[in-house]
């Protein structure tokens, strides 16, 4: 998905910067907690944020990634009075934090942007749609396939062996995203890696039969765009 600052102009930019505050998050910091009002919306300036949804003590999913030149918290601010996700500095990260009124006050004079904003906003209710989709509806297979699918869209080139995967993959993140044990993570990827679906050089990964994970997540009844992490 096109993050939201490289949808408009630099003059647009540089508006919202002007009505922003600078925040400066540690790694592994907690930004804001699901639930709690959602009185910000939030401008990657560096860094890389997580955005999930904790589903039972010590298990969560992640929703959304974010980084440079993106943002989140929109669909708490736009959506609710409270945050229905929560989100975590995956990285030392600058960030901007405008105000909900501020932020509404400043599309609400500029029709422009606000169509920017309004767009972004409806791709991102439709990712996260189809990813909780995957991740549930397909079970744990299903939600693993989807992991590589959205790996392969980002990062994937095509070769005549199949589509490689130019960032590395690691078992525990898998594991993490979806809210799936490593083990089992592991026993599935083992078993594609049986049964030639997928090969592995390294930590890079070959997917040999796109087909086969694209019939499990019935792909073709699926009409998101932006099926990336």
Known sequence: ?????????????????????????????LIFEGGR???????IHKGKVRIFKQIEP??????????VMDGFGEIGVFGARYYSNSARAMEDSVLYAVKRET?????????????????????????????????????????????FVRYSNMHGVVTPEGIRITEPIMIQDV?????ISRET???????????GVIAKK?????????????????????NVENCVL
């Not at 594991?175 to 809210?179: E, F, K, P, Y």
């Not at 930590?203 to 994970?213: A, G, V």
């Open 58 to 67: 010590n298990k969560d999913l992640t929703i959304f990634t974010r980084g």
């Open 1 to 29: 998905m096109e993050p939201i600052l490289e949808r408009v102009s630099a003059q647009d930019r540089d508006k919202l910067m002007d009505v922003s505050k600078k925040l400066y998050i540690p790694k592994n910091s």
């Open 103 to 147: 932020i509404e006050e400043t599309l609400a004079q500029d029709g422009r942007l606000s169509l920017h904003f309004t767009r972004w906003l409806a791709e991102s209710l439709e990712a996260s749609k189809a990813k909780m989709r995957d991740y549930i509806a397909f079970g744990s297979e299903g939600a693993v396939a989807s992991i």
């Open 175 to 179: 594991s993490r995203h979806i809210a």
């Open 37 to 43: 009002p959602a009185e910000y919306l939030y401008l």
């Open 202 to 222: 390294n930590k890079y990964f070959l997917i040999k039969d796109m087909n086969y994970f694209r019939k499990m997540l019935a792909c073709e009844q699926c």
């Open 185 to 195: 993570v592991s026993r599935i990827v083992n078993k594609w890696k049986e049964q």
